[in-house]
């Protein structure tokens, strides 16, 4: 149905949202690793929401490997290192949707 579709591609929007900040992080992380290489407080922050944001990915898509009606999106969402706003509102719509259809 049109509505399962819109399901669906409102979890694909919200992945590839998650992914493109994993990509950002990606890059922030490797302009810190230039030379000289500086192993300040900096560093390891971007090491933590780096790590973060890949850990994000990981359990946005288990949740619903799982079929986790229940995600905890909250959980979820805390972990974005960047534009957490944006994502967190797709993510809330999209569970909202899939707990009205027992996804």
Same mark, same amino acid.
């Given at each position: 149905s049109?509505?399962?579709? =819109? ?9 590839? =949202?998650?992914?493109?900040l994993v990509?950002?992080?990606a /890059? %922030?992380?490797?302009?810190?690793? $230039?030379?000289p ?8 922050n ?5 790590r973060d944001?890949?850990?994000t990915?990981n359990? $946005?898509?288990?949740? /619903? ?7 905890? /999106? ?6 974005l ?6 994502v967190?509102?797709?993510m809330?719509s999209?569970?909202?949707?899939n707990?009205e %259809?027992?996804?």
């Open positions: 049109s509505q399962n579709n =819109e399901l669906v591609l409102r979890w694909i929007s919200t992945l590839c =949202e998650l992914i493109r990509g950002v992080g /890059t %922030d992380l490797g302009a810190k690793l $230039y030379p290489l500086d192993c300040s407080d900096a560093l390891v971007q090491l933590r929401m780096q944001a890949l850990v990915v359990d $946005y898509i288990l949740a /619903t490997a799982s079929n986790n009606d229940a995600a905890d /999106t909250d959980t979820v969402s805390n972990k290192p960047l534009d957490g706003g944006i967190r509102q797709a809330d999209s569970t909202d949707a707990n %259809d027992g996804i």
